[in-house]
């Protein structure tokens, strides 16, 4: 079955809204879909971000399925496990604080990490699109 626009419009990407600066220093929005990359929209309002955002949505998935290119979906399942290189000086720092707070390594770093994320919600909000809720014109 040929998967069609509507399909793809229907899905949970993952936007991420971001306030910042305009040209002449006034606040804007700035909104992109993290699945599909160089999709953005923009707006003096977080409302027309998202609505010029899904306005240029629709202009690439049609691109993308006149073209024959695949369509990038959310992805649905996350294991859990993550498997990263780190210099061996912060391992073994890491190695020594998480001894020092008698965890494990994984559930330290896993608690910086969260930690650390906690930290920074200023810098970018994600949000999971809600058909029934966003700013939906078909």
Known sequence: MEKKLEYYMKLPYTILLKRDKG???????IARVL????????????GEALECLNTHMIMAIEAYLR????VPEPRADYSGN????????LHARLAHEAAAHEMSLNKYTALVLERRQIAMPEATSAVKKSRASGARSN
């Open 23 to 29: 040209n002449e220093g006034n606040p804007c929005y």
């Open 35 to 46: 699945e599909i990359p160089h999709v953005l929209g923009d707006g003096e309002t977080p």
């Open 67 to 70: 073209d024959g290119i695949a």
């Open 82 to 89: 993550i498997n990263i290189r780190v210099d061996p000086d």
